[in-house]
C-alpha cells in the first residue's frame, strides 16, 4: 500500500480547509486589477485554469470594468481574449480605452448550441487568455464540461449569466453576483468560492 500523508502534512501545505479559522491567501489567482477585490478572494484573484461565473441582474451593470484590468494585461502578453456570443458588439474605442490590446480581441457572434460549442473549444484549445461568454440557458452539464475545458485549457473563463441562476448548483469555483444596494449602487457580493469561507463584504466598486 502506498504512502499515506499525514494529516498534519495536509494542513500544513493548506490543502485543507479548517472550518472557522480563516484562510490565508494562497495568492495563485490572476489579480483582477481591483486590489479590494482581490482581498476578498480566497485566492487573491480569479481562479486559474478555472470559469468564473458572474451573475447579472441586467447587462451593462458593469460587468466589463470588473473584468477589463486583468484582460488588458493579458492581452499585452501577448494571449488573445475571445468574446463570445455577448448581447451588444463591443465598442472598440472603449475596451482599447480600458488597455485592451485590440489586435489580441476576438469577437465571435453565435448563438444556442453554437455559442456553447465555441466557448468550449477556445477554453481547451490552450490558444486562449481568457474566454468570455453570454450563455442564458447553461445546465449544470455545460457548466461541468466547461470547467474541465478551462482547466485542460489552462485558461481563464468567464460565464455571465442572468441573476435568477443564482440559487442554482454550479461547478463553477467562483460564483459572484452583482447586486444593487440603496446607498451603494451595484455592489458585487461573493456567492461561492474556493479554498475558503465567503467573504462576509461586498466589492464596492470605485465610482467614476
Not at 67 to 91: D, E, N
Not at 95 to 117: F, I, K, S
Not at 172 to 177: D, S, T, V, Y
Request: charged content about 15%; some cysteine; proline content about 9%.
Amino acid at each position: 500500500m502506498g504512502e499515506v500523508a499525514s494529516l498534519q502534512t495536509l494542513l500544513a501545505t493548506q490543502t485543507v480547509w479548517r472550518a472557522g479559522r480563516p484562510t490565508a491567501h494562497c495568492e495563485s489567482g490572476e489579480p483582477t486589477g481591483h486590489d479590494a477585490l482581490d482581498a476578498l478572494l480566497p485566492q487573491g484573484g480569479w481562479p486559474r485554469q478555472s470559469i468564473t461565473e458572474l451573475l447579472l441582474p441586467a447587462d451593462g451593470v458593469g460587468e466589463l470594468s470588473l473584468l477589463l484590468p486583468a484582460l488588458s494585461r493579458l492581452s499585452h502578453a501577448g494571449r488573445p481574449i475571445v468574446v463570445v456570443a455577448p448581447p451588444y458588439l463591443p465598442y472598440a474605442p472603449a475596451w482599447q480605452a480600458a488597455g485592451v490590446a485590440l489586435q489580441h480581441l476576438y469577437v465571435l457572434r453565435v448563438a444556442g448550441r453554437q455559442a456553447a460549442w465555441a466557448f468550449e473549444q477556445c477554453l481547451r484549445s490552450g490558444a486562449c487568455g481568457a474566454v468570455l461568454g453570454w450563455l442564458l440557458q447553461a445546465d449544470t452539464t455545460l457548466l461541468r464540461r466547461l470547467q474541465l475545458a478551462a482547466d485542460t485549457g489552462r485558461c481563464l473563463g468567464f460565464v455571465l449569466r442572468p441573476s435568477q441562476h443564482a440559487s442554482h448548483a454550479s461547478p463553477a469555483p467562483l460564483r459572484i453576483e452583482a447586486v444593487a444596494e440603496p446607498d451603494e449602487g451595484i455592489v458585487w457580493r461573493v456567492r461561492k468560492c474556493r479554498g475558503g469561507p465567503l467573504p462576509n463584504a461586498a466589492f464596492v466598486p470605485a465610482q467614476a
